[in-house]
């Protein structure tokens, strides 16, 4: 069993960039061929086209970038068949030999975690036996609720030696409302550390991140819980680079959001692993949708990227 | 449009009590007679036992409870199958009028936030149409993202007259790790109010969504926004009750994760509205699974809750 970040290390190196594709789709964006052809719109149409989409979309991109991330809520705003259709673009990508992170940034407790956490990664283990689900080889995750609801994610991505990325700092405009919150552990807190000093919420939840990665670091150096830390706040991005020398940032907001490649440049380390910069609409939808020509625009859009976030 | 507090509280009215049954099937925990019945375990199969499962239940709750709550973490797990059993539930609980929660958790940014919401609520919007997914009255969502991420939801949920339940104190053992941490806002914050002495981090989210529950109340004088505060800290609930007088709390925790009546009783406002407390074990799995009468027992445990909670 490879460790993830020793996997996403090698899948880095073969394609020479750190490039993660968005699988989000939408319908309004969509090639005007794929909607034609759905005359009646259902969502089990809708789901059928987004399918389509997302399925050449990882032709296109699986020679090039080394990852991709199906984003879940748009294919659950298509009910159980678009659930179906996200269950086999994952398997899809996986035979395209591409890192899946599946967006979805689940979170709750105990059994219910584990719930979500056994779909995402090894199966569902019930009747003494094994159900693949979604197989992906990543998991978005929400840490407001702490350490033993992280837990069951943890155990059961290790079990098969799939990655978490945490959300730490997202890249919406108004991630400060709590993330920046100052911060100190309660006096009488097991928590407490040597630093109590009062520190950024996001900052604090970081740390707390570096620490679950360092529990678990593979031959690169890197650790199997990653964070989210969002393209368009690059000092933060600069410090908890710092901060967390172990742990893998998974960085959205590049591109359409307003994240520069300079910001991006500070999330890696110097030997140009440690980040995945995601780039969702900048690559699905560089066309108008009457172009017949769309595939090229997205072959071109993905290599323009990966030129863009080229630092070296 | 009857606003969503209003909704509940006509149904608490109704049935004289405030409890919600939690749609948590366990594989394990299944009667026999409905597990041997599915010979060759699929995932297909396990979501059909599911699925009869607590079609079964909501026959027997649905004249005694106002709301189920389904945790689509255990529908999730059985893949799109799993999630088209939860969808025929959602629509069977809607037909015998209870109020569904949606216990999905969810989080995002966005447009992406809106696809989980306008699926939860009224329906995808796509092509110019509307097309329903989980048609739930409520959803509960999670708050680490900010306000502009909770936007989306709020704005879907009010477009229908449906509710959100924002975590805000969870009910499991390692809870505090982040929601316990003392924020002291920063002196410049937009977000500063005239109390400003440090408190817990749940606490400022607990005000923020008692900000948004004030920002549509209903005729009942509670808000569409909810919070969900564990019974497992009673203290918490108390001081919770006294800041929020217009948010319902949904409180997760009664029972089998060791919340008492008496903690859960302060959650309520004097007049006996003002919160939802769930029971899924308790009411779900009250006998063994080779038991013939395992309906009776449901119903004898529904009616056990229910009189366990009456502290008039």
């Known amino acids: 069993m490879i460790h993830f970040a020793d996997r996403v290390a090698a899948a880095v190196r073969a394609k020479r960039n750190a490039v993660c594709v968005g699988l989000d789709p939408r319908w309004e964006s969509l090639p005007l061929e794929l909607r034609q052809r759905r005359g ?5 149409a809708i789901a059928s086209a987004y399918e389509e989409f997302c399925s050449r979309v990882l032709d296109i991109v699986a020679p090039l970038v080394p990852a991709v ?20 673009l994952l398997c899809k990508a996986r035979n395209h030999n ?25 199966g569902t283990r019930l009747a003494a036996r094994t159900f693949p689900v979604w197989e992906a080889d990543a ?22 030696g799939a990655g978490l990325f945490v959300l730490v700092r997202t890249s919406n405009p108004g991630a400060g409302q709590f993330q920046d919150l100052l911060v100190s552990p309660p006096a009488s807190s ?36 990653g964070a989210v830390v969002g393209a368009t706040y690059p000092a933060e991005l600069v410090m908890l680079r710092k901060l967390l020398p172990e742990t893998i940032f998974l960085v959205p907001g590049f591109g359409a959001q307003g994240g520069k490649a300079e910001d991006v440049a500070s999330a890696f380390r110097p030997d140009g692993l440690g980040a995945i910069v ?16 769309w595939e090229t625009r997205i072959d071109e859009a993905t290599r323009a990227t990966i030129a863009a976030l080229d630092t070296r």
């Open 190 to 225: 097991s928590h407490s550390t040597d630093n109590s000093s009062p520190r950024p919420l996001y900052q604090y939840v970081g740390e707390a991140v570096g620490a679950w990665a360092r529990e678990n670091v593979g031959q690169c150096g890197l650790g199997d819980v």
């Open 98 to 122: 591409l890192i899946t992170i599946l967006d979805g940034k689940r979170n709750d407790i105990a059994s219910t975690a584990s719930a979500y956490a056994d779909a995402a990664f090894g």
């Open 278 to 293: 995601n780039s969702s609409r900048g690559i699905l939808f560089p066309f108008k949708p009457d172009d017949p020509s």
């Open 69 to 88: 991330k199906p984003q879940s809520a748009f294919f659950e705003a298509c009910g159980p068949e678009g659930m179906a259709a996200m269950q086999r």
């Open 139 to 160: 998991l978005t995750i929400n840490p407001y609720l702490g350490r033993d609801a992280v837990e069951p994610f943890l155990e059961s991505a290790r079990r098969v």
């Open 40 to 44: 009646d719109a259902s969502l089990a």
